[in-house]
């Protein structure tokens, strides 16, 4: 249950227009409960109950895969305008410009920056989210194997690797460069380490809604969930190591949701 | 559980002495076995729903070929498949990640370069991004950098240490293993996926020359709007299409689609695309999309900026490190769980393989495998066909034409004992499985 508490906090916390996209992994559960209480009943009925609960496991993953390019296909536009945007700010705004105009140039700048953080908050979260559907689905599979007796669990899983959705390489590299265009476009400051830290410690009790919001609960939720389960076995990930724990964790202090 | 260790250890092996060709072999083999499994195991969904529209949610032969880079990116060097409370032991996989990641994580950069718009064009010039030199100058990202690199370190030391424990048996039997793997061709029972494919498989070629191996389409149910995965490499050959056709207002779909010439490239995508586009281009400062998109932390921290005294800047770079720190939770959580199932994989097969060799021989197993082999009471698997999931056929192809009889006498003494190991590390997973001619049908499961 830890599992399915923990996604729906995700869910909860995630971007409106995703809630719905996620894995329905509660239903599942109950229609796995549902198969393995009905075993003691024919043999084909069994099989029968089998290849509905994979016709529901490839709607979830149609799911995923329309969902998840969809959104990659945003992204590779969004990636591109972006750097558009930056190259006729400078070239507008910036000094050796059309027309430059320090007070302009800085505003812009500083929009700039807003939206590409938040762009790269976003494509996280998209690969935040094909990891989460991808664990659910490996724990359905795990429980259904076990309830059931079945041999469900190592094949499919070798589909759902090849899926699109899982395939996060292309989104992986936009958010790398991404990191690259905000190196360039955060100016450099030479403030000391001290004063650094007291600004985010400050900052942190202003963490709010939306993108920053919901990553750093994606972050907790995912050592809570690795934190090492009752079922712990071979095919289960090791505890998460998260250097800045303590950090993130306090990233938490308005939330109405706390996600310990 | 020293034999699996070595099975394990043996991987690495082969892999150290040849890293491109075991990356190779081994995603092919991946994709060798699973799109076998995946084809055959759309029999009984359709036969028993009789619903075709199951079928384009598995991936398919082509899709495989052009996934496979992919499944090669993700094996990085230093591979190593260990059981996970080992892993749970172990400094986390720093090390097995993409040079990129670690490279934007621990540089320690020119951090006395100050920013230079000269070196923003530079950036913004190049189509292909070359990461210029970090300026990472926060505290934390050092502290990161420091503690990265300790574990990267570690990590490496491990996996020489393991280099050493090789068994040269186990590496003949991979070899084996790779090369007499059944491709087991099962005709595709969706006639529009067939027509879909080889269009697709297209589209990689044509845009530029270079291709992204990425642009392959996962198929819908509705046959009439297949769904396509973009690359940047297409989006470029939109873009040119679009400012040749005078911009993206006067641009229209046909008229893009005909000077892109991209093979299997619909109008429909097209235009789908031409809208985002459009939109994302006019609505720079809000978000595409729903401006909910855009209850942002930054917008809730200016308003209480005055009072805490925050650069704006400040708060962003702090939500950047978080991000990226997710990021990189996600990359290591993706690699573990690549690598846990390739790793069950591979037992499975050589679990099998061994049942194969035993029953050949007449069924003398030795006493530990025997315990394990026993039927359990309440076996629940049917031994008619019908039952089985076709997977479980599919395994046992695998064996009839894995390991032959010539091979049974060298691996047979370290199989015998490693089967019983195996059948633990296995769990739930481990079966075994009888072809229709044995008389007993039997089961082994071993519970945690």
């Known amino acids: 249950m830890k599992f399915g508490k923990r996604l729906k906090q995700q869910i909860e916390e995630s971007l409106p227009a995703w809630r719905d996209k996620f894995l329905s992994y509660k239903e599942l559960k109950k229609l796995v409960r549902q198969i393995s209480s009905a ?9 029968d109950a089998e290849a509905e609960f994979v016709h529901l496991l490839n709607n979830e993953i149609d799911k995923f895969n329309v969902f998840f390019m969809e959104q990659e296909e945003d992204f590779i ?121 007291k600004e985010q410690r400050e900052a942190i009790t202003v963490a709010g809604k939306g993108i920053f919001r919901n990553t750093v609960a994606a972050l907790l939720s995912m050592q809570e969930i690795r934190r090492g389960s009752s079922t712990y076995g071979h095919f289960s990930l090791p505890p998460m190591d998260l250097p800045d724990s303590d950090l993130i964790h306090s990233f938490q202090l308005n939330s109405p949701i706390p996600i310990v | 559980m020293p034999s699996s260790f070595l099975a394990l250890t043996s991987f690495k092996d082969k892999y150290s002495t040849s890293p491109s060709s075991f990356q190779v072999s081994s995603g092919r083999e991946v994709m060798e076995n699973s799109a076998p499994l995946q084809e055959s195991s759309l029999a009984p969904s359709n036969g028993t729903l009789g619903n075709s529209s199951l079928s384009p949610s598995i991936v398919t032969d082509h899709m495989c070929a052009s996934a496979l880079p992919h499944v090669q990116h993700s094996h990085n060097p230093a591979f190593i498949s260990q059981s996970s409370r080992d892993l749970a032991s172990l400094p986390p996989l720093d090390a097995s990640f993409s040079q990129s990641t670690a490279s934007l994580i621990r540089t320690q950069g020119n951090k006395d370069v100050s920013w230079s718009l000269d070196r923003l064009q530079m950036f913004l010039d190049l189509p292909e991004n070359t990461p210029a030199p970090n300026q990472l100058v926060e505290s934390s990202t050092g502290v990161l950098a420091s503690e990265d690199h300790n574990k990267k370190t570690n990590w490496q030391e491990w996996a020489d240490d393991l280099i050493n424990v090789v068994d040269p048996d186990w590496s003949k039997i991979l070899d084996n293993t790779n090369v007499l793997n059944p491709r087991v061709e099962v005709p595709k029972p969706s006639g529009d996926i067939s027509k879909q494919q080889p269009q697709f498989h297209q589209n990689q070629l044509v845009p530029h020359g270079e291709f992204s191996s990425h642009a392959y389409p996962s198929s819908t149910a509705p046959p009439t709007k297949p769904r396509m995965r973009w690359t940047p490499e297409l989006h470029e050959a939109f873009l040119e299409a679009v400012n040749q056709l005078g911009g993206s207002e006067r641009a229209t779909p046909k008229g893009i689609l005909k000077l892109m010439n991209v093979e299997g490239l619909t109008i429909y995508h097209v235009k789908s695309h031409l809208q985002k586009y459009r939109t994302a281009r006019y609505m720079p400062e809000t978000s595409e999309g729903t401006s909910e998109k855009r209850i942002t932390s930054i917008e809730e921290m200016k308003s209480i900026d005055l009072k805490t005294s925050i650069g704006i800047t400040e708060a962003l770079r702090l939500q950047v490190e978080v991000q990226k720190q997710l990021h990189e939770q996600l990359e290591i959580q993706r690699n573990l769980q690549l690598r846990i199932e390739e790793q069950g994989r591979y037992l499975q097969m050589m679990f099998e393989k061994q049942k194969k060799v035993e029953d050949e021989k007449g069924g003398v197993p030795s006493s530990a495998s025997d315990d394990l082999l026993a039927p359990l009471p309440g076996s629940k698997h049917p031994p008619c066909n019908n039952g089985k999931s076709d997977s479980e056929a599919l395994e046992q192809d695998h064996s009839r034409t894995g390991i032959g009889p010539g091979n049974a006498g060298t691996n047979e003494d370290k199989s015998s004992s490693g089967v019983s190991t195996k059948q633990k590390m296995l769990e739930t997973e481990s079966t075994v499985h009888d072809e229709s001619g044995f008389s007993v049908s039997k089961r082994a499961r071993t519970e945690k």
């Not at chain 1, 094949?155 to 690259?180: A, G, R, Y």
């Open chain 1, 39 to 47: 075993e003691s009943c024919v043999e084909y009925g069994k099989a």
């Open chain 1, 77 to 197: 536009i969004r990636h591109k305008e972006l750097q558009q945007r930056i190259k006729r700010v400078i070239e507008t705004w910036g000094p050796n410009g059309t027309k430059p105009s320090e007070a302009e140039y800085k505003d812009e700048m500083a929009k700039i920056r807003k939206d590409i953080v938040n762009f790269h908050g976003e494509m996280v979260l998209l690969v935040n989210y094909s990891n989460i559907n991808y664990t659910g689905l490996a724990k359905i599979l795990k429980k259904y194997d076990k309830r059931t007796g079945g041999l469900l669990r190592l094949p499919f899983i070798q589909k759902v690797l090849q899926q699109p959705f899982f395939i996060t390489d292309l989104v992986s590299k936009l958010v790398k460069e991404c990191e690259n265009i905000i190196d360039e476009v955060f100016p450099v400051e030479q403030e000391d380490e001290e004063e650094i830290v």
